[in-house]
């Protein structure tokens, strides 16, 4: 059976310790070992989002219901949200927000671009809002927000809260909760963490904490940070819901290995090889949907030049051996979506291109052979040895 490589925007491939942390005898939730990776893992979560103060948890589930989580322990029915929304997961938020009742206004924008931070600002001058969300990078677009930015603005408004959701960035991109104002961060395993899917992983800083006090009751059980937070400060002495063991042993390792490599290091990783294949595609002929100053380096929008067939290009390259994302929403049949985040390597990068080009042969598209992969090698070898 040919290895076909998972270049998707999550899952991601999943470095042989992570998937050995997994596959690992199962032990019990409250097991001396698991209570002190989790505490660990807990740690280096925070760590990582740079937040000092506040609470991490990491409970069985996904981003969506680290979206559910970000949105219940902060704003109760009634509550007003500004949903900042660059795409199809932006747009998640309002969905959520009104099965709880909370008033939500969307500020949005053509996929591809960003709301611009003084819109957001005007929008904020004009009306009290209880929180803000914001996603980091959005999928379905590949456009990066200037979180740092939006954090200035917001040092304005101390009562709305800053909301993130970190699912397509954490691990890949720069985050710090504290310097930037972040209120509550959350994130999955499965994109630039690299590991596999099965946890929703969130970071309430102190006045996040504090928020969800005010709140009393509220229209969540499972997604109540408050009936997890004695689990999280003392795995062992108590019982709240069976965590997902193994998947913990899982994302202790895949975050200890971000730690291992340095944050600096990994998100200049990051960089290189979004660089690599933004080159090497503009070498082939395709144009990225978004503009070079907000281009996320987890993932790449690939515009398809004219009367381009998607499908059949997709499906031919899957059969070479690379997997790529369709398109969504609007974006459906006009972009495919690369993802170069997480634990993948170079070799992979530039295998990738070959790929794409042998493929592009195939289908009797027009482009200089070695092209792509030559301006790949570029930036991958020349920042790496000179
Ligand atoms: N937010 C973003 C930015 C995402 O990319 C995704 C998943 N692709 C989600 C939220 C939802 O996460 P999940 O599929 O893990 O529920």
Sequence with gaps: MKKVLMMIPGPTPVDKSILEALSRETISHLDPELVKTLKETLNYLKKIVGC??????????????????????????????????????????????????????????????????????????????????????????????????IGEVLKEFPNTQYIVDGVCATGGVEERMDDWGIDVLFTGNQKAIGVPPGLANAVFNKKALERRNALGNIHGYYSD??????????????????????????????????????????????????????????????????????????????????????????????ENGVLVSAGKGVLAGKIFRLGHMGNITENEILCTLSIIEKTLSEINYDFKWGAGLGAAEKVLFENNHT
């Excluded at 219901?65 to 509550?79: F, H, I, Q, R, T």
């Excluded at 008033?103 to 009306?127: D, F, N, P, S, Y």
């Excluded at 380096?297 to 067939?309: D, G, I």
Aim: aromatic share 10%; glycine share 8%.
């Design 225 to 318: 940070i408050n009936r997890w937070l004695p689990i999280m400060r003392e795995p062992g002495e108590g019982y709240f819901s069976t965590h997902a063991i193994n998947t913990v042993f899982a994302l202790h390792k895949g975050l200890q290995m971000i730690l291992e490599e340095g944050l600096e290091e990994r998100y200049n990783r990051h960089k290189r090889y979004s660089l690599a294949c933004k080159k090497g595609l503009k070498e082939l002929g395709f144009d990225l949907l978004v503009p070079k100053e907000i281009r996320a380096s987890t993932v790449s929008t690939v515009l398809y030049p004219p009367n381009f067939e998607d499908t059949s290009f997709r499906k031919k390259l899957y």
């Design 52 to 149: 000092n103060s506040g609470e991490a948890f990491i409970m069985p589930g996904t981003g969506t219901l680290g979206m559910e989580v970000a949105l219940v322990n902060s704003l109760k029915k009634g509550d007003k949200l500004l949903v900042v929304s660059h795409g199809f997961f932006g747009d998640r938020f309002v969905e959520i927000a009104r099965v709880f009742g909370i008033e939500v206004e969307v500020l949005t924008c053509q996929w591809g671009k960003i709301v611009e931070v003084e819109k957001i600002a005007q929008k904020l001058k004009e009306k009290n809002f209880d929180a803000i969300t914001i996603t980091h990078v959005d999928t379905s677009t590949g456009v990066c927000a200037p979180l740092q930015e």
